[in-house]
C-alpha cells in the first residue's frame, strides 16, 4: 500500500481516478467532500452548508428544464463523499426539498448520470466516494445513492428524536414515493425505523439495498447477523468477509463482536 493510500484511503483512490480517469471532464462538482487539493483545478464544492444543484430542481418545470439549467453550469462530473454528505446533514437541512422537488430531482438522477468510479474500499476518516458523469444518456445509471436527499434525512431524523413518529413516518412515505427505487432509500427506512418495524422487514430492506448497489461494512454485517439467525453460516461469513474487504481497518474480533449484537441493536459503523 502506498504512503496516499495508507494515508488517505479512499481520498487517494478517488483522487487518483479523477486526475486520469476524466479527461474530457471539464468542470467537477463535489457533494461533502471540500478537500479540492488531489482532485485539482476543475473541481468546485458546494462545502456542506448547500447544495449546489437545489436551486435549479427549484426553478426547473420539468425534467428538461433541469437538464438545460444543470447544464448551463457547466458541470459534467460529480463527485460524492457519502458517508461526509450524511454526517454533515445537518447543514443541509435549509436546502430541504418538497416532494416535487424530490421526485424530479430522483428523475433527472436516473437519467442523466451515469456511475464510472466507486471507492473500493472506505473509512471513517475520508469517507466512501462515488463519481458520476452526467449524461443524456446514462446506460449505467445507478440505484445505490441520491445525492442532495442529506437535509430531507436529517429533518427525519429530528422529527424522530423529538417524538414525533408520525410526522417522520409520513416524510419517510413522501421519499419513497419519490425515490423508492434507490438503495439509499430502503437503508434509510431500516435504520432509522429500526425500533417500529418488524426484524423481517428491516432485514428485507437491508438486502434490497444491497441488491441495488449499496456497499458498506455496516450493511454487510446486518446482513450477516440475519443470516446467523437464520442458521446460513456461510452467507454470513462471506458477508464478514466483504465487511472487512469494505474497511481495511475492521478487524476480525471486531466484526465478531458486532455480528453478536441482537437484531434491535444498530451497528455503529460506516
Known amino acids: 500500500m502506498t504512503y496516499l493510500n495508507r494515508e488517505l484511503t479512499s481520498y487517494a483512490a478517488v483522487s487518483s481516478f479523477v486526475s486520469t480517469g476524466l479527461p474530457g471532464v471539464r468542470r467537477i462538482l463535489t457533494v461533502g467532500e471540500s478537500k ?9 464544492t458546494g462545502r ?5 444543484p437545489a436551486m435549479f430542481v427549484h426553478d426547473s418545470r420539468n425534467l428538461p428544464d433541469l437538464a438545460r439549467r444543470m447544464h448551463g453550469q457547466g458541470w459534467d462530473c460529480i463527485v460524492y463523499n457519502r458517508m461526509s454528505a450524511l454526517f454533515w446533514s445537518r447543514f443541509m437541512v435549509e436546502d430541504i426539498p418538497t416532494e416535487r422537488e424530490l421526485a424530479l430531482w430522483a428523475s433527472f438522477w436516473r437519467s442523466h448520470t451515469d456511475l464510472v ?8 476518516v475520508q469517507g466512501y466516494f462515488y463519481v458520476f458523469l452526467l449524461s443524456d444518456h446514462a446506460p449505467k445509471a445507478s440505484r445505490a445513492v441520491l445525492p442532495g436527499i442529506e437535509g430531507w434525512i436529517c429533518r427525519m431524523q429530528t422529527e ?69 439467525v437464520a442458521g446460513r453460516p456461510k452467507n454470513a461469513l462471506e458477508l464478514e468477509a466483504e465487511a472487512m474487504r469494505l474497511d481495511p481497518w475492521l478487524t476480525k474480533v471486531e466484526a465478531k463482536r458486532l455480528l453478536s449484537l441482537p437484531l434491535n441493536q444498530a451497528l455503529l459503523v460506516p
Request: proline letters at 4%; one cysteine or more; aromatic letters at 8%.
Open 48 to 52: 456542506f452548508k448547500a447544495f449546489p
Open 36 to 44: 479540492l487539493a488531489l482532485l485539482g483545478p476543475r473541481a468546485q
Open 117 to 124: 468510479f466507486e471507492s473500493p474500499w472506505g473509512g471513517q
Open 160 to 228: 424522530m428524536a423529538n417524538g414525533h413518529y408520525a410526522e417522520a413516518k409520513k416524510m419517510m412515505a413522501v421519499l419513497r414515493r419519490a425515490a423508492g427505487d434507490f438503495g439509499v432509500v430502503d437503508q434509510i427506512e431500516a435504520n432509522l425505523f429500526m425500533n417500529t418495524i418488524t426484524t423481517k422487514h428491516r432485514g428485507e430492506l437491508l438486502r434490497r439495498a444491497r441488491s441495488r448497489g449499496v456497499c458498506s461494512p455496516a450493511v454487510c454485517l446486518d446482513i450477516a447477523r440475519y443470516e446467523l
